[in-house]
């Protein structure tokens, strides 16, 4: 099966209908996106630094085991962003060398 695109006619389900704030830029995407999902298409693979190195860390696993892609949503630190769906108007803040503290 191939995919289509909103545009040749096909699912407006993957069409780019949420925005969320990262770090305060904003980004736009598919509503049924994993916030990993998101920030690795937004060319972000650092999504903090590890709390004894600084060593740059992002998603390993893809499945909520290693921890390596925790971020603060919404306020809430220690969100597994590989678990969790992007929502509208959801705010990221991410650590790590590069990135916001």
Known sequence: MTARSPAAGGSAAGTLAARILVDGTAVAAPRSATLTAVLVAAGRWTLRAHPLTGEPRGPLCGMGVCLECE?????QPGTRACLTRITDGMRVQTTGPGLAS
Not at 71 to 75: A, I, L, N, S
């Open 71 to 75: 971020v603060t949503v919404d306020g």
